[in-house]
């Protein structure tokens, strides 16, 4: 608790004490006082103009007195210290800054808080956990046509950025929240009709499937102001809502789902509440498996292949294959064939090192004016990768926004055009 304000009546105390005896000893022994407690009031009776200085205009302090005759003083006054600071609900302390004179004394200080990480996440599991109690589940959905046990089909997807605004007379593409919702349920029902027959299809969401992560439009660690389209609750809400069906699609298609929702920059805790919502969402559908682990670096055993999952945030193509080959030593021993795969610069690379072959992906998502203006291009597309449980890759599928427009039935939503203007 902070040390509350020192009353005028004991100040005046102090300095009465001091004025009538002219030593601080003997004062402070006269009011039953330590020496060090007697001496801070006396101080602050003094910035009061409790000590012969008087008058002082009340709620201003002494900060200097220049002396004029025996029997007068000119007094410089200024607006006195507030109240005693205290740290506001939810806030720690990130670091205090001090200005001091030219002998070291301190004149002010500055002192830097910031949201208690450990109370948010704390308020953020009692949410979800609250969210859990009530939430329905799923109910089995049926699986048509024969699948092939041996292979899995690895559904590359990163970078969706639902929430992000892009205008195609700066960037080059239209690009909003309809338009996100609806590019990539297109994508999924091409590339689940085109994909091959396999058992196993593993939803790799590669992380920022949104562009940003609360109430305001920022990046939650640096604070960049985000172009953002519509509402955070709003944003919430496409994002299940596009990931529901996608899975249904995709359990139409497949015997077993398994779903893994990536850690990454944008969205750290969106990606935890994703993960953690959809575990309890299918945890009565068998056929559905929930990657819920809270670490940034994920992994897949399909017999011989193992595949590696990361954003890129932390690790980049160069140097992840030791992290996941250290942090998952037994499934990368047991297995032959080893992929990695990453997301978060928006650009295709393929890289093979002494461990396992390392694939960063290029995003569905327009380019924001950020990228646009900075130069950095890249191509649009995302990656249906069939693998054998017994050979590794077999075949791979590529498919860009023009490839899958309307493939899902309905006409890509445009929010830029003159119709939807109009209306």
């Not at 025996?70 to 302390?93: C, I, N, S, T």
């Not at 809270?294 to 954003?311: N, P, R």
Request: aromatic share 8%.
């Amino acid at each position: 608790m902070p040390t509350p304000r020192l009353s005028d009546e004991l100040a005046k105390e102090a300095a009465d004490a001091f004025i009538a005896l002219g030593n601080k000893s003997q004062a402070a022994e006269l009011l039953g006082l330590p020496r060090n407690t007697f001496n801070s009031r006396l101080k602050v009776a003094a910035e009061r103009g409790m000590c012969g200085t008087s008058p002082v205009l009340p709620g201003f302090a002494i900060k200097s007195v220049a002396s004029k005759t025996e029997d007068g003083a000119w007094v410089r006054q200024v607006k006195a210290p507030g109240e005693v600071f205290e740290l506001p609900a939810g806030q720690v302390v990130k670091g205090v800054s001090a200005l001091v004179d030219g002998q070291g004394r301190e004149v002010a200080k500055w002192i830097k808080t910031s949201a208690d990480t450990e109370q948010q996440f704390v308020a953020m599991r009692a949410a979800v956990e609250a969210f859990k109690e009530d939430l329905p589940r799923a109910e089995p959905v049926a699986r048509t046509g024969q699948t092939t046990p041996e292979l899995l089909n690895f559904y590359a997807v990163t970078d969706a950025h639902f929430g992000m605004l892009s205008w195609r007379e700066e960037t080059g593409s239209d690009y909003d929240l309809p338009i996100a919702e609806q590019l990539l349920t297109d994508w999924f029902a091409a590339a689940i009709e085109l994909a091959p027959p396999a058992l196993t299809g593993v939803l790799a969401q590669m992380g920022d499937l949104a562009h940003y992560d609360g109430m305001e439009s920022k990046t939650p660690t640096s604070g960049h102001i985000l172009d953002a389209d519509s509402r955070f609750p709003k944003v919430v809400r496409v994002i299940i809502r596009t990931l529901r069906r996608v899975v249904r699609m995709m359990l139409e298609k497949h015997e077993r789902v398994h779903i893994i929702m990536a850690d990454a920059n944008h969205d750290p805790a969106s990606g935890a509440w994703l993960r953690e919502m959809f575990a309890a969402f299918y945890e009565d559908e068998p056929r559905v498996t929930v990657d819920s682990s809270a670490s940034t670096y994920y992994v897949v055993e399909h017999g011989k292949t193992s595949l590696f999952i990361h954003h890129g945030h932390r690790r980049n193509i160069g140097n992840v294959d030791s992290v996941f080959a250290g942090k998952f030593r037994d499934i990368y021993g047991r297995t032959e064939f080893s992929y990695a795969h990453l997301g978060h610069l928006h650009s295709d690379e393929l890289k093979t090192t002494n461990l396992m072959k390392v694939e960063r992906h290029e995003t569905l998502a327009a380019p924001d004016a950020y990228a646009a203006n900075g130069g950095w291009l890249s191509g649009r597309s995302a990656k249906v990768i069939t693998y054998s449980s017994r050979h590794g890759e077999v075949s791979r599928l590529t498919l860009s926004p023009q490839m899958v427009e309307g493939w899902a039935g309905r006409t890509a939503a445009n929010d830029n055009t003159p119709e939807r203007d109009a209306a």
